[in-house]
């Protein structure tokens, strides 16, 4: 008789516990750089600078927050925290959105309808793959500059928009649409724009949801592209603003504030992987493969 | 090839034309320009340029600071890859034994994914900053001389782990689905044979697992190389010395700080070489993957 408990993956018992004990070690290192930032981001400099920090949050908490909105951040970095948390989002709304958005539209393209060098445009989007910005960084920039985006939203958002990763997973999942459906559509007298709204779009929710969490993250946490095209305080990413407040380092260093801008960059994409968790892990093991 | 289609001719252009401009004004181009001018030198001023062939190369190529760059790369690329995948497979395999609490660890497992990596580079500095850190105050304790900002090789275990951290929960997450298409039957069978849990783990477990392994070799590899430029350049900028100045790190500074066109681009040619191979080979595995999957 096979109870199963010889198999690696099954576990009864002590062993149970074992694989417990484990899983909250794991969780401990994962998750305790981000408690560790929270805990200093509720304590004064003074405690920060006494080694080793409380484990439990302090009562600096109200001050050190309610600081850095009203105005701290501003006289150490040059610029707002809302303002830093409201280019950061922008940016990464507007990369995950151009994503989805020229992403359809191209893979629509290829997928329904038929034209000359179809294929071809197929793999001048997918190539793009392999030209990350780190292997063509000097012409790249030097095209910024000659078309006057540096500092710029769009500077910010537009090269980072192509995807190769997102036209491929909508272009093997139109393909799954069955000849059939656009027939019935055609027949009934639908055009492209018909058959994509009432059709397509809705069917497509799901894996626009799975993009639209991984590109907000992708975008949320780049890191050489804002670095690179931006040069006034007023257009940082929380990001890059961050690196700043920390290069700056010395004695006087604010650190309960460098914790609380800390805290609020690594807040919102925590939220939305967590909020969102179903469909960005269907998203990603399924999309990336 | 699908057999009904749409008949405009013009429309396909107008929904492709976004993202062809974009693809071509800020990838193909500058593509193009880096090639174009690893094979010329710029005077000074960049008033004029010379055809100079592979000059630029053979200068990279022999330069130390380069090669100690490529091995810095090596050493650290190894060894992220080697413990973000060793660790996440530890943790779903252990996750897998689990029934009750699975989804909780699982929430907590992907947090490290949507921190940038600069700041998981600071994260990491915070808690072992010489002066301050809570997790250096032991080590101090300990008697050990704890100071990555002045000795390489703990600068370099800085960087490895905050770039570690950071990859576990993507791992994990793609071992885990992994574990989860292997057949049960195969794992029973084994056990009616009287393999032992460790003997069945690495000749049945392991071996299904190897397409998401190579994979994630793969993707690994392209992280530890590309995205952690963030945490070299907010925890240690190269340094101290160039103890952690991986290639990405110095394509940027020698194009942006020392301003040296001819070798930044040279080095521009050499990192897509590196990039469009290890494409290629993530293909070739995905092809192979497709016949016994």
Redesign the interface.
């Known amino acids: 008789m ?1 109870d ?1 408990t ?6 009864k018992g002590a ?2 516990t074992m ?2 004990f ?2 909250i070690l ?2 401990i ?3 305790f ?2 408690y ?2 929270f805990i ?1 981001s509720t304590h004064s400099v003074q405690t ?6 409380p484990l439990l949050p302090g009562s600096e908490m109200w001050d050190n927050y309610s600081g850095a909105f009203s105005g701290e951040i501003n006289r150490i970095g040059g610029v707002s925290l809302w303002r830093l948390l409201g280019n950061t989002t922008l940016i990464a709304v507007g990369i995950a959105v151009g994503k989805i ?3 359809m ?2 893979a ?8 000359p060098f ?1 294929m071809a ?1 197929f793999w ?2 997918f190539i ?5 910005v ?10 910024m500059v000659d ?1 006057g985006l540096i500092d710029t939203y769009a500077g910010l958002i ?2 980072l ?3 190769a990763t997102a ?1 491929l997973l909508f272009r093997q999942f139109f ?1 799954t649409i069955p ?1 059939e459906l ?2 019935a559509a ?1 027949v009934d007298g639908a ?2 724009w018909r ?1 994509f709204k009432d059709i397509l779009w809705p069917l497509s929710l799901t894996n626009v949801a799975a993009i639209f969490v991984i590109q907000f ?1 992708y975008g ?5 592209w804002p ?2 095209v931006t040069n006034s305080n007023e257009m940082n990413t929380i ?1 890059i603003a ?2 700043k407040m ?1 290069s700056f380092a010395d004695a006087d260093t604010p ?1 309960n504030l460098v ?1 609380v801008t ?1 805290v609020l ?2 807040l919102p ?2 939220l ?3 909020l969102m ?1 179903r469909w ?2 269907k998203g ?2 399924e999309t ?2 | 090839m699908r057999r009904t289609v749409f008949p405009h001719k013009l429309l396909p252009w107008l929904l492709l034309a976004p993202q062809l401009a974009i693809t071509l004004i800020f990838f193909y181009w500058p593509a193009a320009q880096a090639f174009r001018q690893s094979v010329l030198r710029e005077d000074p001023f960049g008033l004029s340029s010379t055809f100079v062939g592979l000059a630029n190369f053979r200068k990279v190529l022999n330069d130390p600071s380069y090669l100690n760059a490529l091995q810095v790369t090596v050493i650290f690329s190894v060894l992220v890859a080697f413990f973000a995948m060793a660790i996440a497979l530890f943790l779903a395999v252990q996750v897998e034994k689990i029934i009750r609490g699975k989804g909780f660890y699982r929430t907590l497992m992907i947090w490290p994914y949507a921190v940038a990596p600069a700041i998981a580079g600071m994260l990491w500095l915070f808690m072992f900053n010489p002066s301050f850190g809570t997790l250096a105050w032991p080590l101090r304790q300990l008697g050990i001389n704890w100071n990555p900002l002045l000795d390489g090789d703990q600068a370099m275990m800085l960087v490895v782990a905050a770039a570690t951290w950071k990859q576990i929960s993507y791992n994990f997450l793609f071992f885990v689905a992994g574990l989860q298409a292997i057949p049960k039957s195969l794992l029973e069978a084994a056990a009616i044979d009287g393999a032992t849990k460790r003997r069945a783990f690495w000749t049945i477990v392991f071996p299904l697992l190897t397409p998401t392994t190579f994979f994630l070799l793969v993707v690994n590899t392209v992280y530890a190389l590309f995205d952690t430029f963030g945490i070299i350049h907010a925890v240690t900028g190269g340094g101290p010395g160039k103890a952690t100045e991986t290639l990405v790190y110095k394509v940027y500074n020698d194009g942006f700080v020392n301003l040296i066109m001819g070798d930044s681009a040279a080095q521009s040619v050499i990192l897509m070489v590196i990039v469009i191979a290890l494409t290629a080979f993530q293909f070739r595995f995905i092809e192979k993957r497709v016949h016994y999957g």
Do not use: N
Request: positive net charge; aromatic residues 12%.
């Open positions: 096979v199963g010889q198999s690696p993956l099954v576990a062993a149970r694989a417990h484990w899983m794991g969780v290192i994962v998750a750089p981000v560790y930032v200093a920060i600078l006494r080694p080793p920090l958005v020229i992403s539209a191209s629509y393209a290829i997928v329904f309808f038929k034209f179809r445009c001048l989007i793009t793959l392999m030209l990350p780190e292997v063509r960084i000097q012409p790249t920039y030097k095209v078309l537009l090269p928009i192509a995807s036209t393909m000849d656009l027939e055609r055009g492209p058959f993250i949320w946490t780049q890191y050489l670095l690179l990001v961050l690196r920390i650190w914790m800390s960059a690594i994409p925590i939305v992987v967590v968790q960005f892990v990603l093991v990336e493969k």
